[in-house]
């Protein structure tokens, strides 16, 4: 199975800017869609792994809060 190729290089930040919080929330939910298919994230556990990887993205964008 392949995944979608997503081609959003008319919605970049200008530049110096980074990445925009709806870009983030975007990458977080296809690695949380793809987390649930290889069946490491359970309806169960899904909250606080959720909000892991969207703080862990936000982080390497250099978007996290203080």
């Known amino acids: ?3 979608p190729i997503h081609d959003d290089t008319g919605k ?6 980074g990445v ?6 975007k990458l977080a939910k296809e690695i949380a869609i793809k987390f649930i298919e290889v069946g490491r994230i359970t309806p169960a ?3 606080e792994t959720f909000k892991d990887i969207h703080a862990a993205i936000n982080e390497t964008a250099g978007k996290a809060k203080a």
Do not use: K
């Open 45 to 47: 556990n899904f909250p």
């Open 20 to 25: 925009s919080d709806e870009t983030v929330l």
């Open 12 to 17: 970049r930040c200008p530049v110096g800017t």
């Open 1 to 3: 199975m392949t995944m």
